[in-house]
């Protein structure tokens, strides 16, 4: 008994707060609260008869989510889930983990004072989305001049190929840049509505694209296996797909074959770009969709690579909630699968 008291003591001595929610007789309750949770989620008595409202602690979101683990038990020993939520009496960013207390009807919620990893964020973000911002407007005049002296025919053979080389080069950083835009698109709160996107239709205009653009004889194969819609933003879609179809084409050898497949797999839908290129070595796999990491740097900047391509691939997929797996053996090829979940589809097609 004292020992519990003594633990007790300590909990509430933490910097985190710390909360414990049970299910006991046919109800959902919070049973304890230390100090810091008091504070962060302004608990009106931290103490182990606290019978406080979900909701007036969580958010609506999160307080579900506590209630349906609670009450439908954890199936296959739910893994520990994240989840963020604001403030109510700052203007501050509180990080909520979740865990399932072992052979206990209870969940254990330790709460953390995000405020000032976010506020760094935000300040990352919205950095790299105003330079790069400010850098297209000089770079599109740049780059408007140097196509103009290139087409001029009585340069000498020097500045001829100083010029095309800065051409080149200007070419190559407004990608970077408009990667560095997509990427901080994506991180801010910018918030567009979802809709039910023709996967089909997408996935042909893209195929058009790569067949039009396919100057090195590559054999590009599409099989459609399901006509599913996906519950998405097309734009974005649309930028994570034809990334890896890109990547595909320029990582493997003239004449190569790639093939894109779209198909219904048991826990949704799965989309897939396999090629028989060059490959990636085993080490590299777990550091594709780390921003300006490079398998062989020398050879990502010959084919006009930014180092953000799945970068962007990985956020475009978090924001639907879908996951990127990839596969690869060098001299052999690589399969990039995007598998989104039965939730994020759409039913019926789109006209």
């Not at 969940?107 to 790069?132: A, H, P």
Request: with cysteine.
């Amino acid at each position: 008994m004292n020992q519990a008291i003594d633990e007790c003591k300590l909990l509430h001595q933490l910097a985190d707060g710390v909360v414990v929610v049970a299910y006991e007789a046919g109800s959902v309750r919070v049973v304890f609260g230390n100090t810091a949770a008091k504070t962060l989620l302004g608990m009106s008595n931290p103490s182990s008869d606290d019978t406080s409202n979900l909701v007036q602690l969580f958010d609506d979101e999160i307080g579900q989510y506590l209630l349906d683990r609670l009450t439908h038990g954890d199936k296959d020993g739910a893994a520990d889930a994240c989840f963020y939520q604001k403030n109510a009496h700052t203007d501050g960013v509180l990080q909520l983990s979740i865990t399932a207390v072992p052979n206990h009807p209870q969940l254990l919620v330790v709460i953390k004072d995000y405020t000032r990893t976010w506020q760094l964020e935000q300040m990352r973000t919205d950095f790299v989305g105003n330079v790069s911002h400010e850098l297209r407007t000089p770079l599109t005049v740049i780059l408007g001049y140097l196509e103009n002296f290139g087409m001029m025919d009585d340069l000498s053979p020097a500045l001829a190929r100083g010029t095309k080389l800065m051409h080149e080069q200007a070419i190559r950083m407004n990608a970077l840049i408009n990667d560095l835009l997509m990427l901080s698109r994506l991180e801010s709160d910018e918030t567009k509505p979802m809709v039910a996107v023709n996967m089909p239709r997408l996935l042909m205009q893209i195929f058009d694209e790569a067949q039009a653009t396919n100057k090195a004889g590559h054999l590009i194969d599409l099989h459609l296996d399901t006509d599913k819609n996906i519950l998405g933003i097309e734009s974005y879609l649309y930028s994570a797909i034809i990334n890896l179809v890109v990547n595909a084409i320029k990582y493997t050898p003239a004449g190569g074959e790639i093939d894109i497949s779209y198909e219904e797999i048991a826990d949704g839908v799965q989309l897939s770009v396999t090629d028989n290129g060059i490959g990636i070595a085993d080490e590299h796999l777990k550091r594709l969709t780390e921003r300006f990491y490079r398998v062989d740097s020398g050879r990502s900047r010959a084919t006009g690579g930014t180092g953000l391509g799945l970068a962007i691939v990985k956020h475009i997929l978090a924001k639907h909630h879908a996951k990127l797996h990839i596969s690869s053996q060098q001299g052999r090829g690589s399969t990039f699968r995007m598998i989104f979940p039965t939730t994020q589809l759409a039913d019926g097609l789109m006209k």
